[in-house]
């Protein structure tokens, strides 16, 4: 089994400002590692992902994650915020392999981006 | 091309009574999964179907219950409704054998009285 731990409920930061929201996971096998963003009212949107190769990831609208075996960490990262970054971003891991497996996520870290 | 669908977008039903709620999955894909989201919680697994048949199962008692039809579209059906069911319930559809992520819906929002 898989857990998925997002050590920060709720991350307040100014307007071009950088960002970086923590996860943290646990597995037994090897997985593959998520990021989703979901605003007000809307189901998710994957914004990156971490199947295999390089351990830096680069996703839609800036974000960028690293994976880190060691740390077993997959923190989400954008150098300069915009107000339209506010929305809540979930951490998910899955089991590698071929096929499709069930999503394991974690809390949800609430961005709010200050003016 | 469209993207998952799921129907309706908001529900009412009170304590007891039986509910349906639907999913159309993204075109090509051809496995549904199941997700429940409590107020303030992140998605929690229930179910994924593949070739009609459910494949893997969360943590959920049995008053959930699905249906894949032929065409892929996926069904999910919670009897006896309790005050804890209120929830979004997200859709998501991927291709098996593949690696892609699954893609998700606009959700349910289900409220219990």
């Known amino acids: 089994a898989q857990s998925v731990t997002q050590l920060d409920s709720q991350v307040p930061v100014f307007e071009e400002a950088p960002v970086e929201l923590r996860c943290n996971y646990s597995?037994?096998?090897?997985?593959?590692l998520f990021w989703y963003v979901q605003y007000p009212n809307q189901g998710l949107q994957l914004l990156l992902k971490?199947?295999?190769?390089?351990?830096l990831v680069k996703g839609i609208n800036g974000f960028e994650a690293e994976f880190n075996k060691s740390q077993t960490s997959f923190h989400l990262r954008k150098p300069s915020v915009h107000i339209s970054d506010t929305a809540e971003y979930f951490c998910?891991?899955?089991?590698?392999?071929?096929?499709?497996?069930?999503?394991?996520f974690g809390k949800g870290t609430k961005l709010s981006v200050i003016p | 091309d469209a993207g998952v669908t799921q129907s309706p977008t908001h529900l009412i039903k009170t304590r007891g009574q039986q509910v349906t709620l639907r999913c159309s999955p993204k075109?090509?894909?051809?496995?549904v999964s199941w997700y429940q989201q409590a107020l303030g919680q992140g998605p929690q697994f229930i179910f994924q179907?593949?070739?009609?048949?459910?494949?893997q199962r969360g943590n959920f008692p049995d008053r959930f219950s699905g249906h894949q039809f032929p065409n892929y579209s996926s069904e999910l059906n919670v009897n006896a409704l309790l005050l804890g069911d209120s929830a979004l319930y997200l859709c998501?559809?991927?291709?098996?054998?593949?690696?892609?992520?699954?893609?998700f819906g606009d959700g349910t929002r289900l409220s219990i009285l």
């Open positions: 998501a559809s991927s291709f098996s054998g593949t690696n892609q992520p699954q893609h």
């Open positions: 597995s037994s096998v090897s997985v593959y």
């Open positions: 971490y199947l295999s190769g390089s351990t």
């Open positions: 998910a891991v899955t089991r590698s392999g071929a096929g499709s497996y069930q999503l394991t």
């Open positions: 075109s090509g894909h051809d496995t």
């Open positions: 179907y593949y070739e009609e048949e459910e494949r």
